[in-house]
């Protein structure tokens, strides 16, 4: 019988069409004990016997592909895939799925909170509250002012369609234009540095990749508009944390809306940490209620058509495995 382990914490011993899935296609249905992300010493005992993973902030390096000889198919819920090493995949002939369409909803709401609760002070206003206070100094509206959206994926659109409710102007940079979406929607395409010095709010909406790793660093800050926001809710590595707090406790930016940090749960002592113009939120910005059913829903599926030697192709990363895929 083949077996498959449950990364994603909020998967492992929940009921679900997920589990169904996979047990009458005949799996083996594995949840480990471990922390919120599945860590090396956490996997090992399981790596000898698994035939599949699904998979959520687990780490696989070349030297847990070699602990693994049975393993054949790794399913994201997700459509980040940066923590699995690609390379060790192909050598080993594993092929390593995303759940493409079920979670840009969900990412996009989570960017337009936090782009509110910058705007509208809530947080800050919340604890002042608390505290005995009341201030109701005004704020600037969303309305009218400028989003930069980089990257115009599934994600990039959906937060595009939310601003556009909120009466935003707004602009874009990608390698890969959409014409028509942009049209209906009045986006305006620009230069990455034009996005940067113009943009009220920037909101990063990129995979991670040695490209794009660091970026957003002390220059790209310096160049963006004085008074400006960061929103990240792609990966924490785009930013270069102690640039960013440069940044904020200069005065340079108003305030930083991330979803993503370098290290998650933050180490002690991270820069960001009790900055008032910093809103952080647990990397949960993909993951509500209806979108982490159909990403486990669609992993599970993915995993069993590759079992049946199907290939879904809008759903694998390394495609270079097709020709001759067998299970």
């Known amino acids: 019988m083949p077996s498959v382990l449950i990364g994603p914490y909020l998967l492992r011993n929940a009921p679900g069409r997920f589990r169904d899935i ?19 010493d956490e996997l090992l005992p399981y790596l000898p016997r698994i035939d599949a993973l699904v998979a959520g902030g687990e780490r696989m390096t070349p030297e847990l592909f070699d602990l693994a000889p049975r393993l054949r198919a790794i399913a994201r819920t997700g459509v980040g895939y940066d923590l699995i090493d690609l390379q060790a995949a192909a050598k080993h002939r594993v092929a390593v799925t995303i759940t493409p369409g079920t979670n840009q909803d969900s990412v996009a709401e989570q960017t337009f909170a936090l782009i509110l609760a910058l705007a509208r002070r ?44 909120f009466l935003m102007n707004l602009i874009a940079f990608d390698t890969i234009a959409d014409a028509e979406f942009d049209r209906q929607h009045s986006i305006r395409r620009v230069s990455l540095d034009e ?24 220059d790209f800050l310096g160049r963006m508009r004085p008074g400006s926001y960061l929103i990240n809710t792609a990966r924490g590595g785009l930013v270069i944390e102690t640039d960013l707090r440069d940044a904020l406790v200069s005065g340079h930016l108003a305030g930083a809306g991330l979803d993503v940090l370098n290290h998650e749960p933050p180490e002690k002592g991270n820069v960001l940490l009790g900055l008032p113009n910093v809103v952080i939120s647990p990397h949960i910005a993909g993951t509500d209620i209806e979108s982490m059913r159909e990403m486990a829903e669609m992993a599970s599926a993915t995993i069993v058509d590759l079992y049946h030697n199907q290939w879904p192709a809008d759903r694998v990363v390394n495609q270079e495995l097709r020709d001759g895929w067998i299970w």
């Open 122 to 165: 809530i947080p800050a206003n919340d604890r002042l509250i608390h505290a005995g206070g009341w201030d109701r100094t005004l704020v600037a509206p969303v309305r009218g002012k400028t989003l930069g959206l980089i990257g115009m994926g599934r994600i990039g659109r959906a937060v595009a369609l939310r601003a556009s409710a």
């Open 195 to 218: 996005l940067v010095a113009t943009a009220d709010y920037i909101s990063l909406h990129l995979p991670l990749t040695e490209k794009t790793r660091g970026m957003v660093n002390r």
């Open 22 to 40: 996979l047990t009458e296609a005949g799996f083996e249905v594995i949840d480990p004990q471990g922390g919120p992300a599945l860590s090396r």
